[in-house]
């Protein structure tokens, strides 16, 4: 891996099939507030989006378990002549463990990432669904009342608020696919949509054993850029 000679930009979107809770801080509940808020762009009116880093930690989680890896990079392999967990060496590692690495990086094997996921923003006609629905509980959001039941008494107690992106909703999202001159664009490329597929039939954030977080990709639309002086294009 000597030099960058490509980048791979993958655009689409993100369609809420329903109600999204990707949490926010917490530090200043209020009483009679939200106790578990979603995270928002404060520049932005507070607009809730879906950071980049939760969709990249949750596709990576499934590719590993997909691969029977339980650890990030692979965990561990032995203990070493002081009675110490020592990480298995790169090139010991299963080849769908090197090739999840290749893309997601791992510093422990110092290998850097080639994968970048951009916070998805809403889009303008999300946007201005939202802003024109006057059954919203908060701008931009709902809360959710949940509560735990006593299996013994059967009732329910402990309510709380959860506060969620309604669903019908849609995001914008982009990944960038860095393609290094060992690379083969093409397994970079097909292990990232084997992630997205994933994730489409599990849940993105919060409580999706709950119903929370189902999610859909839109059509994935690929621009190649080989010329160093035209990347920002």
């Keep these: 891996m ?53 969709l990249k930690g949750k596709i990576r989680c499934l590719l590993e378990q997909i691969n029977g890896i339980s650890e990030v990079g692979g965990g561990t392999k032995r203990k070493n002549e002081e009675g110490k967990n020592v990480n298995y060496k790169f090139e010991d590692k299963p080849k769908e463990c090197q090739e999840i690495i290749n893309l ?52 329910a107690s402990d309510p709380r608020q959860t506060e969620r992106i309604p669903a019908g909703v849609s995001f914008d999202v982009e990944f960038v696919v860095n393609v290094w001159d060992d690379d083969n664009a093409e397994d970079l490329v097909n ?24 999610i859909k990709f839109g059509e994935l639309k690929r621009t190649e850029l080989s010329d160093a002086n035209n990347w920002k294009a």
């Design 2 to 54: 000597k030099q960058l000679v490509k980048k791979i930009k993958i655009n689409t979107t993100i369609e809420l099939l329903t109600g999204l809770h990707i949490g926010g801080s917490g530090d200043n509940v209020e009483i009679g507030g939200i106790d578990n808020s979603v995270i928002k762009i404060a520049t932005k009116h507070n607009q809730p989006y879906i950071p980049g880093s939760s």
């Design 104 to 155: 997601f990086g791992f510093a422990n094997d110092n290998k850097p990432s080639k994968l970048i996921v951009r916070d998805a923003m809403l889009n303008d006609a999300s946007l201005k669904k939202l802003e024109e629905c006057e059954e919203l509980d908060m701008p931009y959001t709902e809360n959710k009342w949940e509560n735990r039941i006593d299996r013994v008494k059967g009732v």
């Design 191 to 214: 292990l990232l949509k084997k992630g997205i597929n994933a994730l489409e039939n599990d849940y993105l954030g919060g409580s999706g054993s709950r119903g929370y977080g189902q």
